[in-house]
C-alpha cells in the first residue's frame, strides 16, 4: 500500500507539472499571435464572389468598397484581369470616374497567360497591361509549379526566376518605381508535398534579390486539403529560408480555402510560424466552402492579446461589416452559428460558464467580444438556461414587470423540464415561445406578451388557415353587440365557443376559463386574446 501511495504521489507530480506546463511557459506560438503587427490584404471584392450564386454587380462592389473603407484596410484587391471583361472593371470606371483614391488597390494578374509546347510564354499578359490601363500600381502575380501542361524540366526553376525578373521589371517601368509586388504560390501545398526543392529554388531567388530590388513579398495559399502540422512545417520552412537570406522584412502573407473545419486553426497556426499576414475577405464567403476571413482572424488574435491589429484596423467594425458583406455577396445573413458574426455568436446559452462561476449572471470572465464590439450580449433560452437567465431574458425582450424575477424564471426552467418529458418540442427563444411559456409557469400576460403572440408568424399554414376559421365565427359574435370592435362580452363568448365543452355559463370551471382569457382584466375577450390561445393550441 505505502509502494502503491508512492507511486499515485510521484504520478501526481508528473500529471500536474505536465498539465500546468503551458501556464509556467506560455507557448512561443502564442506569444508571436499577441505581438503581431498583422498584414491584411482585403479580397472582399474578389473571394466573395468566386463561384457564387449571385454575381456581383457594380452597385453590389460599391456597397463592400464601402465596408472595406470603413474597416480601415489600407490595401485591397480591386480585381482579378483576364482577356474578358469582368464587372470589376466597370467598376474601377466608375471609381476613376469620381477621382477616388485606388493608391492601395491590388490587381491579381497571371505571371504567364500562355503555354506553347510546355513552355510559359512572355505574351500576352493581358492582366499587367490592365494594370496599366486602369492605374492599378500594385500586382499579385499567381503561378503555379505543378501544372501539368509545362515542362519543367525545359523550363526549370532558373528559367522560371529569369521569367518572374522581367516581370518585375515590366512592372517597375510600366506601373510604378514604387510598386508593391507580391507572388503567389498557388500550388504550395502540393508542391512542398512532391517537389518541395522548387519552392525552395523561388524563395531563394526572391531572397537574395539585391535589396533595392526586392519585392513586397510571398504569397501562398491553401485549398483546405493539409492539416495543420504541415502548413506549419512547411510555413516555417519558407520563413527561416526568407531569414537566412537577409530577407527579414519580406511579407509571407497566407490565404487558406475551408474544406474540412481546420482553416481557422490552419491560419492562426501558419501566422504563429512564420507567416506575417493574410490576403482574405472580411466574410468567408467563396468558392465551395469558403475560406477563412479576415474579421475572424483578427478578433481571435484579439482575444490574445493582440493590440497591435487594433491600432492598424477599425476592429470593432469588422463583425459588422462581416454581416453586411456575405448580406451583399448572398442576400441572406450569414449562418447563425458562424462564430464572431453569426446571429448566434454572442448568445450566453450557459450562464454558468458565461459568469465564469460567479454570483452574477450578467458578468462574463475574460475576453469579452460583446463589450469589445460595444453590443448587448443576448440570451439565448434553451434546456440548458438557469432561472436567472429566464430573468434576464424576459426583461430584454418584454421590459420591466413585477413578475418577471427570479421565482419566475425557476418556475419557468421547471416548465421546460415539464414539457420536455411530456415529449412536448417546444421552442422558447422567440417573443411568441418565450411568452407562452411565461403563461405555462403561471404568469399573467402582459399587453405586450400577448402583441408578440398575435403578429407571430411562426404558425404552420394548417394552423393559419384554421384560426382563420375560428376568426368568421367570432366577428359573427363579435357583430352581435351591434359593434364589431373585435371584443365579445363574456356571455356571448360562451355562448359561440364554450358551450359544448362546458355545462353552465355561471359554474365555477366556466367562470375560470374567461377570467384566463380576459388578459388585461376588463371583462371582454379580445380578439388578440384569444389569438394567442389559439397559437398556443396550434403549437402542441
Known amino acids: 500500500m505505502a509502494e502503491t501511495r508512492m507511486n499515485e504521489d510521484s504520478d501526481l507530480e508528473n500529471f500536474l507539472k505536465e498539465a500546468n506546463a503551458f501556464r509556467r511557459n506560455p507557448k512561443k506560438k502564442f506569444k508571436k499571435l499577441k505581438e503581431l ?3 491584411v490584404l482585403d479580397n472582399s471584392l474578389r473571394e466573395t464572389k468566386v463561384a457564387s450564386v449571385y454575381a456581383h454587380t457594380v452597385t453590389s462592389k460599391r456597397a463592400i468598397w464601402s465596408e472595406i473603407k470603413k474597416c480601415g484596410f489600407q490595401y485591397y484587391f480591386v480585381e482579378s484581369f483576364t482577356s474578358d471583361t469582368r464587372i470589376g472593371e466597370l467598376f474601377l470606371e466608375e471609381l476613376i470616374s469620381q477621382k477616388e483614391d485606388l493608391s492601395g488597390a491590388f490587381g491579381f494578374a497571371d505571371l504567364w497567360e500562355k503555354v506553347v509546347d510546355g513552355i510559359p510564354q512572355p505574351e500576352p499578359q493581358v492582366g499587367l497591361e490592365k494594370c496599366k ?3 492599378i500600381n500594385h500586382v499579385m502575380l499567381e503561378f503555379d509549379l505543378m501544372y501539368h501542361k509545362i515542362n519543367y524540366n525545359r523550363f526549370n526553376m ?6 518572374m525578373e522581367d516581370r518585375f521589371k515590366w512592372i517597375r517601368a510600366n506601373l510604378s518605381p514604387e510598386s508593391l509586388i507580391l507572388v ?3 500550388d504550395f501545398s502540393s508542391t512542398l508535398e512532391n517537389e518541395p526543392a522548387r519552392v525552395w529554388e523561388v524563395v531563394r531567388f526572391l531572397a537574395t534579390l539585391p535589396p533595392q530590388e526586392r519585392i513586397l513579398g510571398i504569397a501562398y495559399e491553401d485549398l483546405g486539403k493539409s492539416v495543420m502540422d504541415q502548413m506549419e512545417v512547411w510555413t516555417k520552412a519558407v520563413r527561416k529560408e526568407m531569414d537566412r537570406c537577409g530577407w527579414e522584412a519580406g511579407q509571407l502573407l497566407v490565404h487558406v480555402h475551408e474544406q474540412w473545419g481546420l482553416g481557422n486553426a490552419t491560419n492562426l497556426e501558419c501566422l504563429a510560424s512564420g507567416a506575417t499576414g493574410i490576403w482574405a475577405g472580411v466574410c468567408s464567403e467563396g468558392a465551395a466552402l469558403g475560406h477563412v476571413d479576415s474579421c475572424t482572424t483578427l478578433l481571435n488574435l484579439i482575444r490574445l492579446g493582440n493590440t497591435a491589429v487594433q491600432k492598424r484596423y477599425n476592429c470593432k467594425y469588422l463583425r459588422e461589416a462581416a454581416i453586411n458583406v456575405t448580406k451583399i455577396t448572398t442576400g441572406e445573413l450569414p449562418f447563425k452559428r458562424t462564430p464572431i458574426y453569426g446571429d448566434r455568436a454572442l448568445d450566453m446559452v450557459f450562464g454558468f460558464i458565461h459568469s465564469a462561476m460567479k454570483d452574477d449572471p450578467t458578468t462574463y470572465d475574460g475576453f469579452d467580444i460583446a463589450k469589445f464590439l460595444g453590443v448587448e450580449r443576448t440570451v439565448r433560452v434553451t434546456t440548458m438556461a438557469n432561472g436567472d437567465m429566464l430573468c434576464m431574458k424576459l426583461h430584454e425582450v418584454f ?10 424564471g425557476n418556475a419557468m426552467k421547471q416548465q421546460i423540464l415539464v414539457n420536455a418529458t411530456e415529449g412536448r418540442r417546444e421552442e422558447y427563444d422567440s417573443a411568441a415561445g418565450l411568452a407562452i411559456l ?3 409557469a ?3 400576460l402582459t399587453p405586450a406578451m400577448a402583441n408578440a403572440i398575435n403578429e407571430s408568424t411562426e404558425n404552420q399554414p394548417r394552423i393559419e388557415a384554421l384560426i382563420a376559421e375560428v376568426k368568421v365565427e367570432w366577428d359573427k359574435w363579435d357583430a352581435a353587440d351591434g359593434s364589431a370592435d373585435d371584443k365579445i362580452p363574456f356571455d356571448n363568448f360562451y355562448n359561440g365557443f364554450m358551450t359544448p365543452y362546458f355545462g353552465c355559463y355561471r359554474c365555477e370551471d366556466t367562470q375560470q376559463g374567461l377570467k384566463a382569457l380576459d388578459m388585461d382584466d376588463d371583462g371582454w375577450i ?5 389569438k394567442f390561445y389559439l397559437v398556443w393550441a396550434g403549437r402542441q
Not at 532558373?158 to 521569367?163: A, P
Open 442 to 444: 403561471g404568469g399573467q
Open 158 to 163: 532558373k528559367k522560371l526566376c529569369k521569367f
Open 133 to 135: 490601363k486602369f492605374g
Open 37 to 39: 503587427d498583422m498584414f
Open 399 to 408: 421590459g420591466v414587470d413585477d413578475q418577471f424575477n427570479e421565482e419566475m
Open 184 to 186: 503567389n504560390f498557388r
Open 438 to 440: 411565461f403563461d405555462q
Open 526 to 530: 379580445d380578439w388578440f386574446e384569444f
